[in-house]
């Protein structure tokens, strides 16, 4: 019998004001009856909406009718075949702007809750499965990645099964990518992201953490060691800031320094080496999904007031509505209409306050978003000690910089081709942020996945 | 995990390793440095290629014990192995075509000095180097330096060792005498770094430094690292460490660096309680 409950069953979460003071993870996951219940609104539509909605095309029904049959681990393994990161996936995708934006549930009520039974059913299998992935017999050939994001690890994962003998080389000391020096613990916890890179091993891939490519090893140098394709998944690492005066006082983090810091470093541990500052009031400047991290991060690091400050309005943020609920209940302030002019120090340097100004919506601008525009004489000065700056980042130039024909865009991204990553080098393949820019995990993973074929039909054609 | 070959103490506060990284080897150039962890609870600590062997596959580094990870450091032996060493990172110090350089070391900045002078009397440059420490006790690497300069002059606060005095007093001395530089490079701590800086903003010679603010990837990600250098924001980690002295903010930069001063002391006071006990 169909659930026609208009309403998802809920997601188990810790109360807000227990998790704003711990890094464990903040929903909990169904139980198997809350799954199946779940499971159970989904109509198995014929001509599937929900699938269209997915980057890489999961078949939504036939794994949510595997729950509804009990049967958890064939539903992981629909999953599977599309997403070599499910229980990262099912966590993290923005799922209300993609599968469940289509989702027929969602024309008179709820979607089905499809990220969360994707979730759901990772976790089971994790759980409950016990055999070891079976090694695939070498064919011989040799193929590098650059970058252990989800991107790198996809390419990677796919092509091992192919056959190929892969290498992936990380410039950091732990692969992992965004999912382990950016999205904090609680909202991804990264034993979830180290068993999956286990398991790569465990099927034969190689992961060189210490390498910086481009530095260490060039990709011409890669090719002379005997790599016949390369794969780069070198994300959007690379911080903007505002160029504003005080930029550079001492409390004022790029929110990619705060998260390393904070997750990559694990300074939030009483064992930790790595310093942080704990600050009384942060400001996190920035109205994304990186915004949010750093302001949660920082309530948990045991500030008494966390602001996101940000110059459009509220429904202007990029951040899912999930996360910024999240955010909300935990107690961070929104500052919105609100843009920093000039960070203050005191006479040691620290941070003491931040001048903002307030703002009013305007005309559209080219992104079709109504352009904030300063209110003359709105100036004042909040009361904070540090300042996150999460305004956006772009990719590294450093592999770009090192690689004869090598192309870039304007905005520093790699070209490629959209189907196959190939770039205008031959051989060298690339996808993720690295090419799009700051994006998300499944449309990097979904990238990752199609250059694998193409570097397979290069390398079998050749 | 990366092996340490060799370890020398230089001075009762400085210590030499060489460490095998071959691929690091095969790559370094003076003027860069590397970024390592000594175990898995670890944080990431820059220190400069002090000298490399591309053959042996070798990486020589030289560190001062200024805190808690360089005592852990400190008290590996060889035989021991490092749990990430990461490198070269940063833009090789720029010697082509000098003719005639001073290169002044300050304290542990010998250890970044000395790879940069050597590289230039290789390519044949005129090295006059100037080296400065507080007593003799704390000399390092006199003989090494001796080998690839054509003048080399001692310094220390005390007088304790060669002449009493800065390594200011030294240049400007050589200058006064008549020594024309295509280039000086300083090396050493913030405050020397500035101080020569203003010598030679004076006699209008071209002064390149290498600076060190606080780090963590070394690969532009964080920008943790960042410097203002002729009014822009700059990343120290991948747009140097070696900059033109004379556009460099080195006020900005001794604030930076004084950013986690409370929690390193007791980070500090920590590790030594915990040697201690083992002593025991
Ligand atoms: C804080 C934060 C929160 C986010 N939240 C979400 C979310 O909720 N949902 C979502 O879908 N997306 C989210 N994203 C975006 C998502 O994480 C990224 O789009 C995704 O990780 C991109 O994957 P990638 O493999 O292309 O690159 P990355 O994950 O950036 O991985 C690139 C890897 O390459 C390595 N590398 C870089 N240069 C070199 C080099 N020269 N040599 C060797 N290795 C190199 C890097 O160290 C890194 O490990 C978030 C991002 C951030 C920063
Ligand atoms: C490019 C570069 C090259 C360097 N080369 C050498 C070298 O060859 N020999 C040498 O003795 N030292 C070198 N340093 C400095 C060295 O990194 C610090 O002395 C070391 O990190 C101190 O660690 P600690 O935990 O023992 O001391 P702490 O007590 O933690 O710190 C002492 C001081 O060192 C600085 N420091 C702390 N953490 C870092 C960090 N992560 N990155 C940079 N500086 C930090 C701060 O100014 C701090 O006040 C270099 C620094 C840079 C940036
Ligand atoms: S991968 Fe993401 S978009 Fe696709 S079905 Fe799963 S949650 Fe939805
Ligand atoms: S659109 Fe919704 S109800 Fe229909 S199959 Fe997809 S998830 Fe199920
Ligand atoms: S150390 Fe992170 S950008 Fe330089
Ligand atoms: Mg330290």
């Known amino acids: 019998m169909a659930n026609m409950s ?28 809350q799954a199946v219940d779940e499971a159970n609104r989904c109509l198995g539509c014929k001509h599937k909406p929900c699938v269209g909605g997915c980057p890489v095309a999961i078949d939504i029904p036939a794994f949510i009718g595997k729950i509804k049959e009990r ?59 016990k055999e070891a992935p079976a090694k695939v017999p070498s064919n011989g050939h040799k193929v590098a990645v650059v970058g252990a994001g989800p991107a790198g690890l996809t390419c990677a994962g796919d092509l091992q099964k192919a056959g190929y003998e892969v290498t992936i080389f990380e410039a950091l000391h732990k692969a992992g990518g965004v999912l382990v020096y950016g999205i904090p613990e609680f909202r991804l916890p990264k034993a979830i992201v180290q068993r999956e890179i286990d398991t790569l091993k465990e099927l034969g891939v190689k992961v060189d953490t210490n390498v910086v ?14 790599f016949e394709a390369i794969f780069i998944g070198s994300g959007a690492g690379l911080p903007r800031f505002m160029n504003i005066p005080g930029e550079n006082l001492k409390g004022v983090y790029s929110a990619n320094e705060f998260l390393t810091r904070t ?79 000039e960070i203050l120090g005191d006479e040691h340097k620290f941070v003491k306050g931040m001048r903002c100004v307030r703002m009013e919506l305007g005309e559209p601008d080219e992104s079709g978003r109504r352009r904030p525009v300063t209110i003359e004489g709105s100036d004042f000065v909040m009361d904070v000690d540090a300042v996150i700056m999460s305004i956006g980042t772009s990719p590294n130039p450093l592999i770009h910089n090192t690689t004869e024909g090598l192309e870039t865009n304007k905005r520093g991204c790699i070209i490629a081709e959209e189907d196959t990553g190939l770039t205008t080098r031959e051989a060298v393949y690339a996808g993720g942020d690295a090419v799009t820019g700051a994006a998300t995990v499944i449309l990097a993973m979904g990238a990752g996945k199609n250059a694998a074929k193409a570097i397979d039909r290069y390398i079998q054609g050749k | 995990m990366f092996e340490i070959l060799k370890k020398q103490e230089l001075n009762p506060t400085v210590t030499l390793m060489e460490i095998a990284a071959p691929l690091v080897a095969r790559k370094a150039e003076p003027g860069q440095f590397i970024i390592l962890r000594v175990d898995e609870a670890g944080e990431r600590i820059p220190l ?18 200024v805190g808690a990870t360089t005592e852990k450091l400190n008290h590996l032996k060889a035989g021991d192995h490092l749990q990430d060493f990461v490198g070269p990172l940063g833009t090789p110090s720029h010697v082509e075509g000098l003719k005639k350089v001073a290169v002044i070391g300050g304290g542990v900045g ?92 004076k006699y209008g010679i071209k002064t390149m430094v290498s600076m060190n603010p606080i780090m963590i990837d070394g690969t532009g990600m964080c920008g943790g690292c960042r410097l203002t250098v002729g009014g822009k924001t700059k990343f120290a980690c991948v747009d140097g460490p070696d900059f033109d002295g004379h556009e460099v903010d080195f006020d900005e930069a001794m604030e930076r660096a004084s950013m986690y001063k409370d929690f390193e002391r007791h980070q500090y006071e920590e590790t030594c309680n915990l040697f201690q006990k083992e002593v025991h």
């Not at chain 1, 490519?213 to 890669?222: A, P, R």
């Not at chain 2, 400069?48 to 014990?65: L, M, P, S, V, W």
């Not at chain 2, 054509?150 to 001395?173: H, I, P």
């Open chain 1, 71 to 129: 049967d958890f681990e064939a539903a992981y393994q629909i999953l599977q075949k599309q997403s070599s990161l499910p229980a990262v996936c099912g966590r993290v995708c923005p799922q209300e702007t993609q599968c469940e934006s289509r989702c027929v549930r969602g024309i008179k009520g709820e979607p089905v809750a499809i990220g969360r039974l994707e979730r759901f059913a990772a976790d089971w299998h994790m759980k409950n499965a």
């Open chain 1, 263 to 341: 997750n990559l470093m694990k300074a939030y541990t009483e064992d930790s080496a790595t310093p942080i500052v704990h600050a009384r009031k942060v400001a996190v400047v920035g109205g994304g999904n990186v915004a949010m991290d750093a302001a949660r991060c920082a309530l948990r690091l045991g500030a008494e007031e966390v602001h996101i400050v940000y110059r459009r309005s509220d429904a202007e943020m990029p951040a899912r509505r999930e996360e910024i609920e999240h955010a909300k209940e935990e107690g961070v302030i929104f500052d919105t209409l609100t843009n920093p002019v």
């Open chain 2, 110 to 201: 010998c250890a970044i000095a000395y790879p940069v002078a050597k590289k230039l009397h290789q390519l044949g440059c005129e090295v006059h180097t100037i080296v400065g420490f507080r007593n003799r006790e704390l000399v390092i690497l006199e003989d090494s330096f001796r080998a690839v300069s054509d003048k080399f002059v001692m310094m220390t606060d005390d007088g304790s060792y060669g002449e009493k005095g800065l390594v200011t007093n030294a240049l400007q001395a050589l200058i006064e005498s008549g020594e024309t530089y295509d280039e000086v490079i300083a090396i050493g701590p913030l405050i020397m770094m500035k101080f020569v800086c203003k010598l030679t903003e």
């Open chain 2, 48 to 65: 400069t290629i002090a000298d490399f062997d591309r053959e042996k596959g070798t990486i020589t580094i030289i560190f001062q014990i």
């Open chain 1, 213 to 226: 490519i481009g530095k260490t090893i060039t990709v011409d140098e890669l090719f002379e060691d005997g």
């Open chain 1, 6 to 33: 208009p309403k998802k069953n809920e997601m188990p979460v810790q109360k807000p004001d227990v998790r704003n003071k711990n890094f464990d993870e903040v929903a909990l996951g169904y139980t198997e009856e």
